[in-house]
């Protein structure tokens, strides 16, 4: 709106700027006529005078020199007059025009303010319209988003009522899932009870008798009944344990005969004789040893052979082969349980 009215205010002062110059044209014609026309007159009129001058002169008296005179003077108040009136009637049109000017101006200035009054009570129209027409559809769209909230708000309500009823269902559904579920467990847990319970008694009457079987063969005495072999494994322990005792005596005796020898004797080191000395003493004293555990071991097969328990496998409770007891004195553990270990 604003931008409209400037354009407006504008257009007719470019108007009146032309008019005002179409107005002062025919002033300066009318100027210039005014000012040209004694001009002409008195051109006209001194004429003659120069044609008088190429007559003869003629004598003039002072009556006429005088009438010459006042006739000069009335000529050039004549002009002047006619001057004056050039200019007033000049002065006149310009004030015309400047009039006709200001009235243009008024009446274009009237007009545009009455076109800007009717431009401006439009403008109000219009908008007091469009505020209207803002306003009715403003309460249209909160009449319509109320409803549509209403309309939303009972879908929620709808969707909320099914969405609790179908939790109601599957809560319902689950505690009887859950119900059924634990009663399928329970029979479960009763039957695998009842299985583990055969199973435990089974195994428990199986380790009753692994443990009787066990206790049987540890107690076992396989060759009880066959006295000719155990007599004849006793004279061979005693043998071994004869033949072990005598060793043990020679590997003692010659242990402390290099121990005088190394006191009574002054070795060279240098040579490194008294370190393999001490070696081989420290041998025999190792062999020594190893023999008395044997001799330990004899004594205590000679005592499973008085309680009728040896030839039983210390690891398995098997009996033992009787060439491996005859082979090996004494033994302990059969072929395989020798093996693992």
Do not use: W
């Amino acid at each position: 709106m604003p931008s409209s009215a400037k354009t407006t205010k504008k257009a007719p002062t470019k108007k009146v700027v032309a008019k005002k110059t179409a107005s002062r044209a025919p002033v300066k014609k009318v100027v210039k006529k005014a000012a040209k026309s004694p001009a002409k007159k008195t051109t006209a009129k001194k004429a003659p005078a120069k044609k008088t001058v190429a007559k003869k002169p003629v004598a003039l008296t002072s009556a006429q020199k005088a009438a010459a005179a006042k006739k000069q003077k009335a000529l050039a108040a004549d002009q002047a007059k006619k001057e004056r009136d050039a200019k007033a009637k000049v002065a006149a049109q310009k004030a015309l025009a400047r009039q006709k000017a200001l009235d243009l101006a008024k009446a274009r200035k009237e007009r545009e303010a009455k076109a800007r009054a009717l431009a401006k009570e439009k403008a109000a129209e219009q908008k007091a319209k469009a505020v209207a027409a803002v306003k009715a559809k403003k309460e249209r769209d909160a009449k319509a988003k109320i409803a549509a909230k209403e309309r939303e708000v009972a879908r929620k309500a709808r969707e909320k009522a099914a969405v609790e009823a179908k939790k109601q269902r599957e809560i319902e559904n689950k505690r009887k899932a859950i119900e059924a579920e634990k009663q399928r467990k329970l029979r479960e847990i009763e039957r695998r009870d009842s299985e583990e319970r055969k199973r435990q008694e089974r195994r428990e009457a199986e380790e009753l008798k692994r443990v009787e079987a066990l206790e049987r063969k540890m107690h076992s005495k396989p060759y009880a009944d066959d006295h000719e072999f155990l007599e004849e494994l006793r004279a061979l322990l005693v043998e071994t344990r004869d033949a072990t005792t005598a060793q043990i005596a020679t590997s003692e005796s010659e242990a402390n005969e290099m121990l005088v020898d190394r006191e009574r004797l002054e070795y060279d080191d240098e040579d490194g004789s008294s370190v393999a000395s001490d070696i081989q003493r420290d041998q025999l004293k190792e062999y020594a040893s190893a023999l008395r555990l044997k001799v330990d071991e004899i004594d205590v097969a000679l005592a499973r052979i008085d309680d009728g328990s040896y030839g039983r496998c210390d690891e398995c409770y098997e009996p033992i082969s009787q060439p491996r007891l005859r082979a090996q004195l004494p033994v302990f553990t059969c072929v395989s349980c020798r093996a693992s270990v």
